[in-house]
Every structure is written in structure tokens, then in C-alpha cells.
């Protein structure tokens, strides 16, 4: 069936940059697309992109292309969400979620446990 | 790409049905089939209810079920019961070959 585990919580100062991981068990990484969602505190969830698994090639969602950057470590079955120069309002849990349409269903079906990233001096 | 429109709440007794609609546009829900439904509780990633409009994913109760007539989608919750006090979110493949969802559905069990 598969199972995402993300990383802990990360505190970080305004302009900072953070990395978080999301590592896949019970499944080939790269058999199956990745997106990442993000969720600030009392709001809804929200569409940050996606990553080819078996290309690399990432499709980043309008406004969160720059400072955002997905990446892959196949080797240790891992996905990564790296946030330069953060700002306050980074603050949010992020979430990844595996993407079936390479094998042409499209919906997102299992997620990642989450990882509150919070930005604060 | 704008969000999906959702209303902020609804709410029902326990035992009703009550419907969450979504509404999309041409460039989403109207042109694909490609509607998922998530239930989110506190503290807890969003778990997969519906996809493809009214598929039920393995383990997901027969109370839930989904529909769509043009540009807006439907989420329907026969038989309420306390534990699907919850937020819903609807999403939706678009157009431009990414994924939008709605701003969300507080579901109150009264």
C-alpha cells in the first residue's frame, strides 16, 4: 500500500532556509509522482507542486517557483522540500502526498504525516 | 488558479445526510473527471474519501459518496455520525495539468 514518514518540526529565523523529507516505505519511490501541499494554521490546504519521481523533472504551482525546490535522493527512497529565505508567513505544516497519474488515476492517496515549519525571530 | 468554492460550514444532527457542493470552472471540475474528496480531523493529514468524482477507496463507509453536474461537485454523507465531524476538502485536476483544492468545509455534528 505505501507510507510517507516526514521529518520533525523545524524552527527557523526569518531568511533561513529549511529542508524537509519525506521518505517512502512499501513502495518504489519513483513508480509514483510526489506533491507537496502546505497548510497554514486555521486555513486550508494548499497545492505546492509536484515531482516526476522517475524524471526528477518538478512542476512548481504559480507563486511558489524561486524560493521553493524539490528534490529526490532515490537511494534512500526520500523526497526533499527545500525553502530558502523564509518568511513568517512560510509558518505552516507541509504535507507530501503520492500522485497516481502515471498510472492514470488522478487523485492524491496517501499523505505524509506532516512537518510544521515554523519561521520566527 | 483560483481555489475551488466550498462553503465554510454545514452542519446536520447525527443519522441525517447533508451535501458539501464544490464549484469549480471550465478549466477544472467542468472538463475532468478527476474530483477527490479529503476528510481532514485536528492534527491529522487529510485522509482520501472519494476520487475520480464517486469512486470509494478501500475502507471508506458506503455513507460517503460523490457526484457532479457541470462545474460543481458534491460530497454526500448519508447517516451522520460524530466521527465525520471534520474538515472536507474538495480538489481537482486542472487544465494546466495541476492540481487546485477548495478552501475547505467545517462539518459540525449537532
Known amino acids: 500500500q505505501g507510507q510517507l514518514v516526514q521529518s520533525g518540526s523545524e524552527l527557523k529565523e526569518p531568511g533561513a532556509s529549511v529542508k524537509v523529507s519525506c521518505k517512502a516505505s512499501?513502495?518504489?519511490?519513483?513508480?509514483?509522482?510526489l506533491n507537496w501541499v502546505r497548510q497554514a494554521r486555521g486555513q486550508g490546504l494548499e497545492w505546492l507542486g509536484w515531482i516526476n519521481t522517475y524524471s526528477g523533472n518538478p512542476t512548481y504551482a504559480q507563486g511558489f517557483t524561486g524560493r521553493f525546490v524539490f528534490s529526490l535522493d532515490t537511494s534512500v527512497s526520500t523526497a526533499y522540500l527545500q525553502i530558502s529565505s523564509l518568511r513568517a508567513e512560510d509558518t505552516a505544516v507541509y504535507y507530501c502526498?503520492?500522485?497516481?497519474?502515471?498510472?492514470?488515476?488522478?487523485?492524491?492517496?496517501?499523505w505524509g504525516n506532516g512537518t510544521t515549519v515554523t519561521v520566527s525571530s | 488558479q483560483s481555489a475551488l468554492t466550498q462553503p465554510a460550514s454545514v452542519s446536520g444532527s447525527p443519522g441525517q445526510s447533508i451535501t458539501i457542493s464544490c464549484t469549480g470552472t471550465s478549466s477544472d471540475i467542468a472538463t475532468y473527471n478527476y474530483v477527490s474528496w479529503y476528510q481532514q480531523h485536528p492534527g491529522k493529514a487529510p485522509k482520501l474519501m472519494i476520487y475520480?468524482?464517486?469512486y470509494r477507496p478501500s475502507g471508506v463507509s458506503n455513507r460517503f459518496s460523490g457526484s457532479k453536474s457541470g462545474n460543481t461537485a458534491s460530497l454526500t454523507i448519508s447517516g451522520l455520525q460524530a466521527e465525520d465531524e471534520a474538515d472536507y476538502y474538495c480538489n481537482s485536476y486542472t487544465s494546466s495539468s495541476t492540481w487546485v483544492f477548495g478552501g475547505g468545509t467545517r462539518l459540525t455534528v449537532l
Open positions: 502526498a503520492r500522485d497516481l497519474r502515471s498510472r492514470g488515476s488522478y487523485y492524491m492517496d496517501v
Open positions: 512499501g513502495y518504489i519511490l519513483t513508480s509514483h509522482g
Open positions: 475520480h468524482v464517486n
